[in-house]
């Protein structure tokens, strides 16, 4: 099989990681926001944002195996 068809397959998969770095970044941002006009609410505004963080991280993870699946699995 063609190598640059593999690589191609890869970067495509990879590209998971650009919507989980949007989404913990918009994420972050409305905590903050959320934190700067309810500063007693920072604890529960926190667990839940390193919750949705942790998740999004889990997404880009799951694209950057499935790269490494395909460039190995093809070769």
């Known amino acids: ?30 905590a903050m926001d959320a934190i700067a006009r309810q500063p007693e609410a920072e604890s529960k505004i926190s667990k839940n944002l390193i919750l949705g963080c942790a998740l999004a991280e889990a997404t880009a993870i799951y694209g950057f195996v499935i790269a490494l699946l395909i460039i190995i699995m093809l070769k």
């Open 1 to 30: 099989m063609n190598t640059t068809l593999i690589a191609i397959g890869a970067g495509i998969a990879v590209l998971a990681a650009i919507g989980a770095g949007i989404g913990i970044g918009i994420a972050t941002g409305k």
